[in-house]
């Protein structure tokens, strides 16, 4: 399977991670693979490769956001900040923080608790 940096169509499929990303309440959080599940596989792209490159091009695509997107909401599998530059991920826990969600002496956030359920509006 080849390394794919990014979907066939970026632009189309940045916008789709972002019209959902947009849905993400106050106080939630979701995956990159979370959101990665709520999207078809891209045209041109098979089941298998989406599996394998889904949540990579979604982070990608939540790290290109444009400013009314709440990039914030989203986090790892684990419910950790994933790692960028020290800037933007201690920018990330304070909007976080200021939205109400906690974070436990390791640095992740309780899945139970501050994960959104993924219902569209």
Known sequence: MPQLASPPDPETFYAEVWEI???????????????AKMLPPPAGVDADTYTEFGALWVSNAVSASPNDVPWQRVVNSKGEISERDGVAARRQRLLLQ???VAFN????????KYAWNGKLK
């Open 21 to 35: 990303v947009r849905q993400i309440p106050r106080g939630k959080i979701a995956s990159f693979g979370q959101i």
């Open 98 to 100: 200021d939205e109400g």
């Open 105 to 112: 002496p390791r640095g992740r956030i309780d899945l139970k």
